[in-house]
Structure formats: structure tokens, C-alpha cells
């Protein structure tokens, strides 16, 4: 079993930065890949950026690409999103997942473990 905890979240004015974290206890994540997922009040859940086991390789949703930066720490068992330049319509509870393979995935189908989630708040 493995359970997630995402922290770092909170309120932020338009165009400034937070950083989430995501650490997991029960089983190492070292060799499977993370993501990172939003959902806004009546949105789907929707993906946000994704990470292989080995840290190399990323993928990033548009509204996300050079504003957002997903890291890991295996050592530390733990997955980051750091993010910039943030807008009202990041407002969101942001939820980290692991993967049921090693390679970046997009979908939420290809997701097993998910954690409690984390809210963003961005004011304008």
C-alpha cells in the first residue's frame, strides 16, 4: 500500500509562486512514474505534468509548459511541482498520483495511488 500527502498549497496573488510536494510513505516510488493532476470546482480532473522513474523525462499539459516544473527526489520519496507565474484559472485542488509504469503517462486511468489533494488558490 502506498499513500501520498501532498503539501505547499495555499492562496497566492496572480503571477506569484508556489510549491507542491508530494511524500509518500508505505512503498518506494523509485520505479514508477508521477503525475501531477487539478481539478477546479465542476471541472473534470484534469493533468497537470508528469515524471519518469528516473527523473529524466517530463510531460507537461499547455496550460502548464513554461510556468510549471515537476521533480522528484527518489532518495526522499518525494515528487515536486514547482509553479510560476500563476493565474486565477490554476485555482484548483491539486492532486499527486503514481503511475502503474515506469514512463510518463497523461491519462488518470494509468494512475493507482492518489493522494488527499491540496488547494490552490489564486487571486487576482
Known amino acids: 500500500q502506498v499513500q501520498l500527502v501532498e503539501s505547499g498549497g495555499g492562496l497566492v496573488q496572480a503571477g506569484g509562486s508556489l510549491r507542491l510536494s508530494c511524500a509518500a510513505s508505505?512503498?518506494?516510488?523509485?520505479?514508477?512514474?508521477m503525475g501531477w493532476f487539478r481539478q477546479a470546482p465542476g471541472k473534470e480532473r484534469e493533468f497537470v505534468a508528469s515524471?519518469?522513474?528516473?527523473?529524466?523525462?517530463?510531460e507537461y499539459a499547455d496550460s502548464a509548459k513554461g510556468r510549471f516544473t515537476i521533480s522528484r527526489d527518489n532518495a526522499r520519496n518525494t515528487v515536486y511541482l514547482q509553479m510560476n507565474s500563476l493565474k486565477p484559472e490554476d485555482t484548483a485542488v491539486y492532486y499527486c498520483?503514481?503511475?502503474?509504469?515506469?514512463?510518463?503517462?497523461?491519462?488518470?486511468?494509468?494512475?493507482?495511488?492518489w493522494g488527499q489533494g491540496t488547494q490552490v488558490t489564486v487571486s487576482s
Open positions: 498520483a503514481r503511475a502503474r509504469r515506469t514512463y510518463v503517462v497523461v491519462t488518470t486511468a494509468e494512475y493507482d495511488y
Open positions: 508505505g512503498r518506494t516510488l523509485s520505479r514508477y512514474a
Open positions: 515524471i519518469g522513474w528516473r527523473g529524466s523525462s517530463t
